[in-house]
């Protein structure tokens, strides 16, 4: 079999005989191409399996639900050297299935994209914030942060060499599948082409199963997701940066630089919150490492690898040191028979030196946690 076209399905009976037709009308046009068309069916409630059926496609039955999960399931049971998808909702140029297959074929990649942003868009075929913001945000993020060369991140048309998909590794179950596809393909430096192709408007009875925001948000998020090392630069680069600014605010006092009054009590309090927002996107990308094989820095890996007793030893020094500061400031309060006391400034200081650390040690007792479940 040179060829499996696999269509995700749940109630589609509306639209699915005229892709079906469409798709094989363009197959046919090269009598020597052997083919099939495969229907993963996400548990339909309406005609859409016996339609297929009659048209001479070969029903998968897929009981997880989600698009990517009745993708998964369609490819899993192709037999063709290739595998090509498309939505089953009458959108897509099917028309357009032998010359991806062919330029495809043609150049041994290992996939296809049938791209809707070169190509033309009908006329309320594709919301303005999905053409404007939303595909060309995310495609944009992911030639920028995985070294692609793509027109259309979110092209529910490709076409695939079916060994190198095997080798990918693909879990989604929803409509983020789209991205973690051509993601791990870029990370295993795939070879990818494109085609000119386009979209035309859903049947107006038919009720989408996209979700803008919900959807668009799950790729965003997968898309991060697989960048921890980011996430920790980004996070260390801040806490570093903060806090030896606030050192320097500490020794220095307010001062007058250029004309501008800085490391006041104003200057340090933003410190304080660009090191805790730093503590958080670092702790973030630890957490991600343990879900990545993706290796972290060495101090990342260390305090990750951190024998349990030095962690123990290591929060309860940082808690007293916490008492003893508030302990302090308890006894200057009393000194001053309980009036207001004027030490902002230094109380500032060390509450970053301690503040830091502290989160940063209970960061990682969640991580030694979440380590430990998934080593059990």
Known sequence: MDLTFVFPCLNESRTIALCIDAVRKSLEADPGLKYEIVIGDNGSTDDSRQ?????GARVVPVPERGYGAALRGGIAAADGKYVMFADADGTYFYEHALELYRTTSKADA???IASRMRGTIEPGAMPTLHRVLGTPVLTGLINLLFKGKLSDCNSGFRCLKKTAYETWDIRASGMEFASELLIKALKKNASTVEIVSGLRPAPVERTPHLRTWRDGMRHLLFILSERPRMFELAGLLLIIGATLLQ??????????LGGLTVFGIHSQVLLLLGAVLGTQI?????????QKSEQPRAVTRSLIEMN????FFLLVALLGGLGLVIGWLVIQWA???FFGLNYANTLIVWLHFLAVPSMI??????VHILRKGKLS
């Not at 320097?248 to 001062?255: D, N, R, Y």
């Not at 349990?308 to 962690?311: N, V, Y």
Request: hydrophobic content about 50%; glycine content about 20%.
């Open 51 to 55: 339609i297929a059926e009659g048209r």
């Open 110 to 112: 290992d996939m296809g």
């Open 247 to 256: 050192g320097i605010a500490g020794f220095t006092g307010e001062i007058n």
């Open 282 to 290: 670092y702790m973030l990308s630890a957490a991600m490492f343990l």
């Open 308 to 311: 349990e007793g030095s962690l």
């Open 335 to 337: 000194r001053s028979n």
């Open 361 to 366: 040690a209970f960061g990682m007792l969640g």
